[in-house]
């Protein structure tokens, strides 16, 4: 099983933006208090659109309680990580995998990074800027763990217009 972890996310629209992600995927989403919004801000909605009521998530107190109900493999997203996020092998389906990622300004705390430091892995960007935005991150992240494991379960062709919709006329 695939989850997304947020710890402590501060801004609503990216987590609307992963909750629809999370749903359209079948990705379990673990949220890790405290949070910077509450679940029932218009942004959050607005982001997540009509799709929040199919996002299975869960929300914890802090690292210790998340921590207490799941295990499995961590991957850490961080800037400070030293390995590419495709360096690793995700294809196993049977796995567990976390993917974990910080809040927006300040990311993982330090001492749960230095605890794996193998598992902190980095997209890479170039030095004009600090990272990429947490969405877009998730995004690029997940879709590397599911394009390994060939997209389980998912659509590979439109379910609303139709398998051969470009070739009608």
């Known amino acids: 099983m695939i989850n997304i972890v947020l710890y402590a996310p501060e801004i609503p629209a990216n987590t ?4 629809r992600t ?6 379990k989403l ?3 208090r405290p949070l910077g919004f509450s679940l029932d801000e218009k942004k959050l909605k607005r982001a997540g659109v009509n799709y929040l009521e199919h996002c299975d998530y869960t929300i914890y107190d802090d690292w210790n309680d998340f921590l207490s109900k799941n295990n499995g493999t961590f991957y850490y997203l961080t800037r400070y990580g030293k390995k590419p996020h495709t360096s690793f092998d995700y294809s196993n389906k049977e796995e567990n995998i976390y993917l974990v990622f910080g809040r927006e300004s300040t ?3 330090k001492e749960i990074l230095q605890k794996d430091l ?3 892995l980095r997209i890479p960007t170039n030095d004009n800027i600090r990272a990429l935005n ?10 590397e763990v599911l394009r390994q494991q060939d997209y389980p379960n998912l659509l590979k062709t439109d379910p609303f217009k139709g398998e051969d919709y470009l070739e009608k006329e």
């Open 30 to 32: 673990h949220l890790i």
């Open 118 to 120: 193998d598992h902190c």
């Open 16 to 19: 609307g933006n992963i909750m």
């Open 134 to 143: 947490l969405s877009n991150c998730v995004a690029l992240m997940l879709y």
């Open 107 to 109: 990311g993982i705390p």
């Open 22 to 27: 999370c749903a359209g995927t079948y990705t």
